[in-house]
């Protein structure tokens, strides 16, 4: 287990300085004062890549300032990149599992909602998130990534292989279009 406080079983880390690159690129991560920036990367990303993620926009609809700003606080780390102070992409490290049924050991955590804004793909911002979910998860002594990402989804998959993830062989139905597989990609969180 790591030495690292856990609050809500979420580890407390900071962004060292190592993965917090000067202008145009830095990492955050999100904390309860970012539930609007938050807010609003969340919706664009259901909006812009609707098949792609497991919540919808009408999931989201009717969540209010509370419900977001719970979101933010829970058990998941939420990071942004941001261009010259805006932000451009993000990533949320699920260190529990998805379900009950369906929960991690103490070295492995899920990567979820990975998303970088159309103007700025292909500029090194997906490359920046995982450098920042990396260094999170090693001062919180995991070591293991998992992802899931719809099998369509041939962009997402190509950079997570850039990324150094590779297949595990495990494949689910995808929960709002059955007829396509989830397909699970992992890898151990390169050393320094």
Same mark, same amino acid.
């Given at each position: 287990?790591?030495?690292?406080?856990?609050?809500?079983?979420?580890?407390?880390?900071?962004?060292?300085?190592?993965?917090?690159?000067?202008?145009?690129?830095?990492?955050?991560?999100?904390?309860?004062?970012?539930?609007? %920036?938050?807010?609003?990367?969340? !919706?664009?990303? @259901? #909006? *812009?890549?609707?098949?792609?993620?497991?919540?919808?926009? =009408?999931? /989201?609809?009717?969540?209010?300032?509370?419900?977001?700003?719970?979101?933010? %606080?829970?058990?998941?780390?939420? !990071?942004?990149? @941001? #261009? *010259?102070?805006?932000?451009?992409?993000?990533?949320?490290? =699920?260190? /529990?599992?998805?379900?009950?049924?369906?929960?991690?050991?103490?070295?492995?955590?899920?990567?979820?909602?990975?998303?970088?804004?159309?103007?700025?793909?292909?500029?090194?911002?997906?490359?920046?998130?995982?450098?920042?979910?990396?260094?999170?998860?090693?001062?919180?002594?995991?070591?293991?990534?998992?992802?899931?990402?719809?099998?369509?989804?041939?962009?997402?998959?190509?950079?997570?292989?850039?990324?150094?993830?590779?297949?595990?062989?495990?494949?689910?139905?995808?929960?709002?279009?059955?007829?396509?597989?989830?397909?699970?990609?992992?890898?151990?969180?390169?050393?320094?």
């Amino acid at each position: 287990m790591s030495d690292i406080p856990v609050s809500g079983r979420r580890p407390e880390v900071t962004l060292p300085e190592t993965v917090q690159p000067d202008a145009p690129l830095s990492l955050r991560l999100v904390d309860e004062a970012d539930w609007e %920036s938050y807010r609003e990367l969340r !919706l664009e990303m @259901l #909006a *812009d890549a609707p098949d792609y993620f497991w919540a919808t926009l =009408d999931d /989201v609809a009717d969540y209010t300032e509370a419900t977001w700003r719970e979101r933010v %606080s829970g058990p998941h780390t939420h !990071l942004q990149a @941001l #261009a *010259d102070g805006v932000p451009v992409g993000a990533l949320s490290i =699920d260190w /529990v599992g998805y379900t009950e049924d369906m929960l991690l050991d103490e070295k492995t955590v899920n990567i979820v909602s990975v998303y970088v804004r159309p103007g700025h793909r292909g500029r090194g911002v997906v490359e920046a998130l995982f450098a920042g979910a990396d260094e999170v998860m090693r001062q919180a002594g995991r070591s293991r990534q998992l992802l899931e990402t719809p099998e369509d989804n041939i962009a997402g998959r190509r950079a997570y292989e850039r990324l150094g993830f590779t297949e595990t062989g495990h494949r689910s139905a995808d929960p709002r279009r059955p007829q396509l597989a989830e397909v699970e990609y992992g890898r151990l969180v390169p050393s320094r």
